[in-house]
């Protein structure tokens, strides 16, 4: 995609949703890393119902430890590979308290350390909580940045470097939202809803979809 293109995809993601918001529930730095974490291969809508309970008890790692690992397990098995997710919450929740004063680090070789972390979860704790632009690549951004020919990659990372490069100063802050939310609401991965895309005629897919 060119250049000009690029920056007009952006602007009309801008002007159709000017202030995007992660849709996983959360008050704090920590319940939205635990928030991500759950979120791996489930919905943010699964994940919230989970931790709507949750979190009116933890709002910190040390109140998640005092909770214990059966106490956490009660309030996410709706929600899939619960078990190890509950593990992984665990130990980065005593990684915190032990090695952070408590606090969710800001750095990412610190982030990607803790246990259930990875690039794509502190990306998202990067640019949420710390006002960082950084692109987190999950499964919608991937399929968008491919279809579209806005950032065509075989791997999560080399669509994120191309969206690295390719996406304009004024729109990065919020590029990861932008991209997640058309992924999920319009450029859908079985039927996407091309007749009221409004990148549709910006975007390289041939296969687009008619009207019902």
Known sequence: ????????????????????????????????????????????????????????????????????????????????LFNAKARNVMALSRILVEAHGGEVPREREALEALPGVGRKTANVVLNIAFGESTIAVDTHVFRVGNRTGLARGRTPEAVERKLDRATPDLYRQHAHHWLILHGRYACKARKPDCPSCVVADLCAWKKKTKPA
Not at 29 to 47: C, E, F, I, K
């Open 1 to 80: 995609m060119k250049p000009a293109d690029v920056a007009e995809f952006y602007r009309r993601l801008a002007e159709a949703n000017p202030e995007p918001r992660t849709e996983l529930v959360h008050s704090n730095a920590y319940q939205l890393l635990v928030a991500v974490v759950l979120s791996a291969q489930a919905t943010d809508a699964g994940v919230n119902r989970a931790t709507a309970g949750l979190f009116r008890v933890v709002s910190t790692p040390a109140q998640m430890l005092a909770l214990g690992e059966e106490g956490l397990r009660g309030h996410v098995r709706t929600i899939g």
